[in-house]
Every structure is written in structure tokens, then in C-alpha cells.
């Protein structure tokens, strides 16, 4: 593994990640890539709050095993509520943390340094950084119907958060965040945001979702607009929209498709997570795994032919994998994560070696040198932050800097991928 490159910003020619053919580009050569989900990143790049000590041995951890593809939450909202990250970006509606849009910047400049790619998420259909239930809360909608709580069920979450699809306030306060993210400039590397290339791609929200058959409507009508505005504001940046595919619309890969058909959508996500599916079984560890690989390729092979159909890449943005008995311990067992891990990798391989349409994957996620209570699991203000954001027990799908045997894997793969 070799160590990073060190680069003054003046010297940075970032090539520039285009699409031609179902094909992601970087520069001229086929861009393929093993990926991570790092979405603290910016938490920890903060002068006043972060660690940036931390920061910058993670990315060059990160930048040793080839890994050059990190999606990343711009920042959360509100941090009022259990189980969601704190501080937020924007702990109020058009008041920014500065510290933290700081710490945006530091990390895509110190990303640049090592020429890095940023997937940048602006929204997030879960509680656990704020989202679409912040804005409902801010305009008038009632407290967060928080289903980590007592007080609330999932069912009653979803009901509410739907709502954001049609409130209008919130859906214009949306707008407003992305024209002024979209709109700065990177006080580090002096870089206008809308043309600097270490951001591969604007994506509209972690893993945005149409709820009930109400939702169908308004939920285009949301998404259309916000793609327009992204190809408006920021013309020669990717987007897309991160779904986690079929599961994000009602279950219906035609929906998925004729959503990602928009023409400014440029290319397609999905998402996996065999713990939560139910694809896996704790009780039944060694079985179950094997199940989760036997349908998360079937979940594949499903949206690699919408992507063949659209003629546009597609990327397993999102995956993750809980150690032997989803413990929570750093020395817990690797073998079943690696193992669907591996299952991953081959089809990215597979799709490299044919030059075809699955571009990329993001394990998640990256947690580097994070000090997790590996007793109490729940994440605490104080607590370093890790991959499992605060509504995970932490550690359970984290791969940290010692988990060398899953380190290895990534590396091996990026090693055939880019001929490191």
C-alpha cells in the first residue's frame, strides 16, 4: 500500500469525473472504483469541534488502499432530537454553523490533495441527521414524530415525513440550502463549490423515498424540481438522486426506472442492507449470509438492467454487514461481512473486466480511528463519531483502521481496478 501524495492546491489538476456510453470517466480512462461511505467527515474537519488530526490519517488511510470515492452528508439539521447527529449544519432554518461549513471545506480540500472524489448528499429521509422531518418541524408541521422514542412508531414517521413532498415552506427552505452550498467557495482551496471536480456529484438526499400511493405525485414533482435546480446552479457536476433503488419506490422497478429517466439524473444508486431486509439472520449466521449474497445479486442484476435500459452507470452506494453476532467489539469476527463483502467486489470486478454499466460501490462505511463504547452502544454527545450515525449501535457495520483483513480485501480489489 502506498502512502499519499502531497500536493499544494496551486498544483491541483483534478481530473474531471464525466459519463459517456453507461461509463463513468476520469479523464479519459474508465473510472471504476471501491469506494466508502465517510458521511462525519465533515464533523471531524472542523477547526473548533473536529479533529483534524484524525482526519487527515483517515484519508490517508483511505487514499493507501485506493480508496478514492467517498459519499458524504453535507451537514444535518436541526440536532434537537435523540439519536440524531449533533451539532447541526444548520441547527435552525437559514442559520449556519460556521465551524462546520468550514470543516466542508478543509475536507474537500484536503481530499483534493489526494485526489479524492466527493459524493455530497444535501437532504436525508432519516431522523438521524435531521432531514425532511427538520423542515416539517420548522414550518409548522408539530415535533418530530422521532420513532426512536416511546412516544411514536415507524409508521407514524413515515406519515409525517411525507409531508415534506407537499409543504411547500419546506420544499422552498430546501432550495434556499442548496443555492447557498452550491454557492460558496472553498476558503481553503479558493475554489468556487460548482466547479471544483473533487465533487464527483450533487445528490438530492440519502435514500429519498415515495411513502404511500399519495406520495407518488408529489414525490416526482419534488425530485424533478430538485434536479432542475442542481442542473441549473451546478451544469457540469454529476447528480443523482440517491435512491437505494427499488426499495426506495414501494418496491417497483418500474417506478425506479421511470423516475431515473429523467434526462438531468445522470447516473443510478441502490442500496443494500441485508440486516435490515431481513436477508440476514444473527441466529443463523452462516446460512443467512449466504441467503443476503443470493438475493443481493438478484437486487443487482434487477437494477443493472434498468441502468443497461437508461444507458447510465450505476453505483452500490450504500452496503453494510454486521460482524459474528452483530457485536458491537472490535475483535468480533470479520468472516461474514467479508465474506458479502467479497460477493460485492466480484461484481464490480465482473463489470469492470466486461466494461459495463456497475461503475462503483461505497461500503458502509469508514470509521477509521473512531474511539466506540463498544458496551453501551448508544452514541452520546462527546462520543467520537463513527460510521453508524446516531440512531445505529455503534460499531455494528463501522470497518475501522484494525480491520485489516477487510482493509486487505478493499485493497486487493482497487488494486485491480486502478493498477496501483
Known amino acids: 500500500m502506498g502512502s499519499c501524495k502531497t500536493y499544494q492546491y496551486k498544483d491541483l489538476k483534478t481530473p474531471k469525473i464525466t459519463i459517456q456510453n453507461g461509463q463513468f470517466l476520469k479523464g479519459k480512462q474508465a473510472y471504476y472504483f471501491v469506494g466508502a461511505n465517510y458521511w462525519y467527515g465533515p464533523l471531524i474537519a472542523a477547526k473548533n469541534i473536529g479533529d483534524r488530526e484524525r482526519l487527515l490519517k483517515e484519508l490517508d488511510v483511505m487514499d493507501s488502499l485506493g480508496i478514492d470515492n467517498l459519499r458524504i452528508l453535507v451537514g444535518a439539521e436541526g440536532g434537537t432530537e435523540d439519536f440524531q447527529v449533533k451539532p447541526a449544519l444548520q441547527p435552525e432554518q437559514g442559520k449556519y454553523n460556521e465551524d462546520l461549513l468550514d470543516g466542508l ?78 454557492g460558496r467557495t472553498n476558503n481553503y482551496s479558493g475554489r468556487k463549490y460548482t466547479e ?20 407518488r405525485e408529489p414525490f416526482q414533482i419534488w425530485l424533478n424540481e430538485t434536479v432542475e435546480l442542481l442542473e441549473k446552479l451546478a451544469p457540469n457536476t454529476l447528480i443523482s438522486t440517491g435512491a437505494e433503488g427499488k426499495a426506495s419506490y414501494l418496491q417497483e422497478i418500474d417506478t425506479y426506472q421511470m423516475l431515473h429517466s429523467h434526462k438531468h439524473i445522470d447516473y443510478l444508486t441502490m442500496h443494500m442492507w441485508p440486516k435490515n431486509w431481513n436477508w440476514y439472520d444473527v441466529n443463523h449466521e452462516e446460512t443467512s449470509t449466504l441467503t443476503s449474497i443470493e438475493k443481493a445479486n438478484h437486487y443487482i442484476d ?22 459474528e453476532k452483530e457485536s458491537l467489539l472490535k475483535k468480533a469476527s470479520l468472516k461474514n461481512r467479508n465474506q458479502f463483502y467479497q ?9 469492470y473486466q466486461d466494461q459495463n454499466v456497475l461503475g462503483g460501490v461505497n461500503f458502509w462505511g469508514f470509521a477509521g480511528y473512531a ?7 448508544k452514541w452520546e454527545i462527546g462520543d467520537d463519531f463513527s460510521a453508524d450515525p446516531p440512531q445505529e449501535p455503534q460499531g455494528l457495520n463501522s470497518v475501522f483502521a484494525t480491520d485489516t483483513s477487510t482493509l486487505n480485501l478493499i485493497y486487493t480489489y482497487n488494486r485491480h481496478l486502478n493498477n496501483l
Open 105 to 182: 471545506d478543509f475536507l474537500l480540500a484536503e481530499m483534493a490533495k489526494r485526489e479524492m472524489y466527493a459524493v455530497l448528499y444535501l437532504n436525508n429521509n432519516w431522523i438521524w441527521s435531521g432531514g425532511m422531518s427538520a423542515y416539517l418541524a420548522w414550518n409548522g408541521y408539530g415535533e418530530v414524530q422521532n420513532p426512536f422514542t416511546d412516544k411514536y412508531t415507524w409508521e407514524d414517521y413515515f406519515n409525517y415525513t411525507q409531508q415534506f413532498h407537499t409543504c411547500m415552506p419546506c420544499r422552498e427552505a430546501f432550495q434556499q440550502h442548496i443555492k447557498f452550498i452550491l
Open 371 to 377: 474511539n466506540t463504547n463498544q458496551q453501551r452502544g
Open 302 to 323: 434487477e437494477h443493472i438492467q434498468v441502468a443497461k435500459n437508461l444507458n447510465k452507470p450505476i453505483v452500490i452506494s450504500e452496503f453494510g454487514f454486521p460482524r
Open 196 to 215: 471544483d471536480h473533487t465533487i464527483m456529484s450533487w445528490q438530492v438526499a440519502n435514500e429519498p423515498r415515495i411513502f404511500t400511493e399519495s406520495d
Open 343 to 351: 460477493a460485492i467486489f466480484k461484481r464490480l470486478e465482473e463489470s
